[in-house]
């Protein structure tokens, strides 16, 4: 009676855990459907006009959202590269027309 207890018990844990699907999340969500999927963020912070939800899942996601709506979701580690990228042209341009 134990086994089938301990059985059940296990089976009911495994059906309630939230399962951290980021590829579900789709620019124009609001947030209340970005929290059904992915759960709350344990950090938000704020970045200008827009707040920057961060997860801790292993590929660190971050959810971008203005005004109750996703503008966009992506890794710590994307985001890093984006912004390289854009500094890298931005100093580029600015050479460019220091010359």
Known sequence: ??????LVL????GCSEKRNDFTKI??????ADVVKLVGVPPRK???GDSMW?????????????NNDTVANCTTQKD????MDDALR????????KNL
């Open 10 to 13: 296990i089976a009911f844990a």
């Open 45 to 47: 912070q704020p970045m």
């Open 53 to 65: 939800w961060l997860y801790t899942d292993p590929d660190k996601h971050m959810v971008i959202i």
């Open 26 to 31: 789709k620019i124009g969500m609001k947030t």
């Open 1 to 6: 009676m134990k086994k089938i207890f301990l």
């Open 89 to 96: 042209t931005y100093d580029s341009l600015h050479k460019k």
């Open 79 to 82: 985001a890093m590269r984006i």
